[in-house]
């Protein structure tokens, strides 16, 4: 596709949460913190399965994989929002701002189908325990890793090219928190029905397909659940269900509702906040949700910490 012009926008203007100037501040304290415990929270994930060889398993691998995307899509979002809450500097250069797009798709890409491929992890674990070796061998597990990350990266470098080709020229102000696609999309000097229909395709296949397999496969799983004679067991299990089903839907409705409709007629106040349920909650409760209710990693964190206290001189 022939790129047109655009020598009129050299930059964008990232209005982000202007329209309070009463709350910047407050929002830059608040904002800060949660992106601090995330990368806290998920680095520790990250650490604590690399150094416990138990750990070394597809369920546990997929959420060492699943915390390194939530680091980087927050990183991806969260500096340049900072940034603009704390000096008012709100201009990104044009290259920085499709930059930022690419990681947000790539990353965002690469979470939905990790998610997917973790419920058909869990499924094959407590719906066919006795085959699950089978079903879920090293070779399965590379393939569904490498397979998240290839379509994240397709997903990423289609999608911002597409975009990157429309001409800009003027008005130059996004009135969201980031360079995502819906927002910038507005500002193009030409018409982008094709791919407007292209990106309701293919949120259809990267978000809904896998969103509903994922509840298929939690349906299978609490109907296995409920075989489980222990009263205790079940509800364990029911409210581990429920807990990674509450994060899923988080991420995976909002992320519809702003991509399947580009240019929908959600205000911009809503879509903002829309983006910050996928991009600022869900990296914060993924690690809660994953990992602080699992004994197993529990208990490898008190073994990890302990190894630490014993290995220091006194």
């Known amino acids: 596709m022939k790129r047109q012009n655009q ?13 309070f100037p009463e709350l910047q501040q407050q929002l830059f304290g608040v904002f800060l913190v949660v992106y601090l415990v995330t990368l806290l929270g998920n680095a520790i994930i990250i ?8 750990l070394h398993v597809p369920m546990y691998l997929f959420l060492q994989n699943l915390s390194v995307v939530e680091v980087s899509f927050s990183a991806a979002i969260m500096p340049e929002m900072l940034v603009v809450l704390s000096t008012q500097k709100t201009s990104i250069s044009f290259i920085r701002c499709f930059a930022q797009m690419y990681f947000i ?3 965002g890409g690469t979470e939905c189908f990790l998610l997917g491929a973790m419920a058909y992890d869990r499924f094959a674990a407590i719906c066919h325990p006795l085959s699950y070796s089978m079903i879920m061998n090293k070779r399965v597990f590379m393939k569904l890793l490498m397979m998240s990350w290839a379509l994240g990266f397709m997903l990423g470098t289609v999608q911002t090219t597409w975009v990157f080709s429309f001409p800009f020229c003027g008005p130059n102000e996004i009135n969201h928190i980031s360079c995502e696609t819906p927002a910038v999309l507005e500002l193009a000097c030409a018409d982008t029905f094709l791919f407007e229909i292209y990106a309701f395709t293919g949120t259809i296949l990267i ?37 990674h089903l509450t994060s899923v839907t988080l991420f995976y409705g909002t992320a ?9 007629g959600y205000s911009p106040e809503t879509k903002k906040l829309m983006s910050l349920s996928y991009s600022l909650l869900t990296p914060l409760l993924n690690p809660l949700i994953y990992s602080l209710r699992n004994s197993e990693m529990k208990r490898a964190l008190v073994k990890l ?8 001189p006194f």
């Not at 896998?210 to 205790?232: E, N, W």
């Open 47 to 54: 650490v604590i399965i690399s150094l416990e060889q138990s």
């Open 256 to 264: 519809s509702m702003t991509y399947l409709q580009p240019k929908s």
């Open 207 to 243: 978000i809904i397909v896998p969103f509903v397999l994922i509840l298929l496969s939690y349906i299978r799983i609490l109907f296995a659940i409920l075989k489980i004679p222990s009263a205790t067991g079940r509800q364990k299990a029911f409210s581990t269900c429920a807990s």
């Open 105 to 107: 798709l790539f990353f």
């Open 305 to 312: 910490w302990r190894r630490q206290v014993n290995s220091l």
């Open 7 to 19: 020598s009129s926008v050299v930059e964008f203007i990232l209005l982000g949460f202007s329209n």
